[in-house]
């Protein structure tokens, strides 16, 4: 049986038994925590921020979850794992979103999750996150950053650390969101100083001597406790004093020895030796010591208060101040280097015992033991990665020699798989090799699956470089070689094999290899990997036209996703925006605007970035066929806000759509700039992220008369040539418009005719009425000419009762027009974005319970929302709401 | 591999150049410390940083060996 996997030692609120000083001033101080978004307690060690924190906590008032942090938190997974479970100890199942979430979660996303699950709790609650200068992953600062722009507003988080995070502070402070408690602020007063050593540790010192003592210390809390350890039963107190007072001696290295000389031996030995350990247990000290007296003497530092701190309520758990273990190691270090690994062994060994691997991994590798290190990695890793925690097990795969890893192929392809996820792909060939070479051409079942699985991810690695043809030798290879047992490997290799034989063009293996594909997924249960190859079957459906087939399979995806949880969320917001596009491009207009909606709002939910920006440019899109010019050019600008603008794929497609909204608006001027600008930027290459780009650039060609460039783009894209391409309906109406505008009569009719006959079979009728200037023309003069009559007629009638180019122009004008009438006052405080998904759906007509049931949370919450909403807009009701947001130009 | 100068408040035993993973440490007059020595990369400096502040040091400067004792020599 595994131990538990989440520490509550690193939950527990640490608890000093010793007596400490009261600071009234500090704890009242804090008591703005609870008024503030975010609190700051920086200073270095030994200020005794841990001490106060906790103080605070006690009698706060407010639930408080706490998280001692260390290093191993910087895997993301294992960070908001913690945080899951703090808010659980806030209130049971407070963190479950976020928990469920975590190991599906896509990059950065898991702070949504946070906010959702604790958006109904009634109560003012802190977050308290210790030792956060421990974190050191930027993924980590920029989720926190979010958190804290998104906060709800009952809940309250403390960062106490030795470093001011590295997140952007300047906006709380300027909104009076942030309380700060820095050194200054915790250096002991001269009156707290005598409390402290007089008082509380009975020492009787004169004025004098607590002066030099505070003034030497400069009021560092860790400084004084060591003095007073120093000082203890000592007969020659000035002399202690004056020798201290005058000593330019850094402060813990003089005290640190002070205090230790004066432990009696077994002791000193103990401290020195367990000081390797983070935490501390009797059973665990006697086996790193030798000795036999664990707990005992655990519980002897304590009383003598020898910076031990408790890490639970029983006393079983203890650990010690930083600054002390420091101080231990330091001295283990200088007087007996060659123990110090052995000593790390002996830890290893007894935490594998106890099951309990990463702490096992730790000391294994601290302790130069790789072997065993290695073999804890191979037992830990499949448990780690199933729960998200990819970071934790490349970093130890990372810091194990490659010849070790090299030696255990579980080890290696593990290994160079995280490369491949992560883009290092010549890093994962230089493992691969090595695996390679460390293993001879076995003809047994063992050493067939690694050497078809090392084939596998060289096929990932050649796809993912474009090389079609190696992917697919070597995908062929590992199909060979991989057991017919090995669903999963085969599954996405073959997944992976139709891709590369779509885009080279070869339809009926890309099929053949899909189906194969669908079956070894299902089989393996990879449900995510089932749905991309359903969308690979979609996809060429929808290239031979085949809407209706696509269609359904769509929907199929959808039914699979349904069974399942948060991890299928990316997968069906894809299904429903793959949906939303086929009814564009069907002109099923309100079907598509159905489906986009709940793809945006599952991407949202999942923290999927990228499906977001996709939903709202095709919602945009929509939109502005609708004549609604302001609401989607607000729509782009809401896409552009999601990304920075680094991301040069994202622009790209950004400022595409945006051109089309421009060529619909009429303003064909701004469209081709754009085009002007953009196109050298854009590959011939229909099946990558800039096809879609590519196609709104040869569509605004056809809208500038730009024959030339049109013709020799479809040329070289095979258009022209009669090969098979996707969005083959819309390439040859526009390989018609420019030959017709080439005066070449003949093959602008073959094109057009080329398209009428997908149009037929496939209902896509959208890019006919979308262009309908330009195709409105040419399709008059083929009507007389064409054998599809019916059909040509018909499409002349779509095409004539929109003119998009007119009615644009028109809707713009009517909205200039409002425009000018309005004089909104902005808002105060803008409303949040939740807050303008509940307004939507107030505004069209949904009563407090069905938003409820839309949005999946309580109708506590949305009464809560709307009447911040009335609040924020200065709104008496629904319909004074409406208005003003009207005016302000929200909805 | 580039050296660095790392100037701390107050005096260190011998005992922490092996925490400071074989940089020398030098006590000066003024009531100041310098921890010394290569420095693999920018990654480890900050590694070096780190030990420094987890310790309680104030830390006064850090800079590459040359310019130190070019500040030395300019005394």
Known sequence: MSAPRLLPTKLFIPRLRVPLVDRPPLIEALGQAVERKLTLVCAPGGFGKTALLSRWAEGAGVPVGWVSLTEADNDPATFWLYVAAALDRVEAGLGRDLQALVPSAAEGSQWTACVSGVADFPRDFVLVLDDYHAITNPQIHRAVSSLLDHLPPQMHVVLSGRADPPISLARLRAAGELLEVRTQDLRFTAEETATLLNQLKGLGLRADQLGALADRTEGWAAGLQMAALALQGRADVDGFVTAFAGSHRFIVDYLGEEVLERQPDEVRRFLVQTSILDRLTGPLCEAVTGESYGQAMLHRLEHANLFIAELDDQREWYRYHQLFADVLRAELRDREPALEPVLHQRAGAWFEAQGQLPDAVRHALAGNDTDRAADLVERAMEELLARGEMQTVLGWLEALPRAVVGARPALALAYAQRLVDNGHLDAAEAVLQETEVGFPEGDDVAGRTLLGKVAAIRTFIRRIRGDLQGAVNLGLQALDLLPESEYSWRGLVTLRLAGAYHQMGDRERAAAGLAQAATLNHQAGSIYYEVVTLYGQAALLLEEGRTAEAEETYRHALRLCAGHGPETLAAASGAHYSLASLFRHQRRLDEAEQQVVEAIRLAIRGGHTEARIYGYLLLAFLEQIKGEHEQAHRLVDQARSLVPPEVAWAMLLIEAWEAQLWLLEGNVAAAAEWARTSAAALDDNLYGQTAAPLVILLRVYAATAQTVPLLERLERLGVTTGAPVPMAHELHLLAALACHQAGDEPRALEALERSLAVVERSGLVGCYVELAPWTGPLLRWALPRTGRAPLVAELLRMVGTEQPGTAGTAAAAGAAVRQANRAPQPLLEPLSERELEVLQLVASGASNQEIADQLFVALTTVKKHVGNIFGKLGAANRVQAMTRAQELGLL | ?75
């Open chain 2, 1 to 75: 591999m580039p050296s660095y100068v790392i100037r701390v408040r107050g005096h260190l035993s011998e005992r922490w150049a092996r925490w400071f993973d074989g940089m020398t440490v030098t006590n000066l007059p003024e009531g100041e410390s310098l921890i010394a020595g290569p420095v693999a990369d920018q990654a480890a400096l900050h590694g070096v940083l780190a030990k420094v502040r987890d310790l309680g040091l104030e830390l006064f400067s850090v800079a590459p060996a040359e310019l130190d004792q070019e500040k030395n020599t300019g005394r």
